[in-house]
């Protein structure tokens, strides 16, 4: 019985190490992505800025 019981706290152990493994990688992974997101849009920003000055200064 006593055997049990520590085999099911060791599980409830490496359950709870594997949860907070992939929590951490979930939020890693989230701020890649925004970080990415950031990057377009200012990339996207940026071209239309160009554009804007090229079309304003060929008038």
Do not use: D, P
């Amino acid at each position: 019985m006593k055997k049990q019981l520590e085999n099911k706290k060791a599980v409830a152990s490496i359950y709870s190490r594997v949860r907070e493994i992939l929590e951490t990688a979930r939020c890693s992974a989230y701020r890649a992505v925004n970080f990415a997101m950031v990057q377009a849009y200012w990339h996207i920003g940026r071209v239309i800025v160009k554009v804007t000055r090229c079309v304003t200064n060929c008038r």
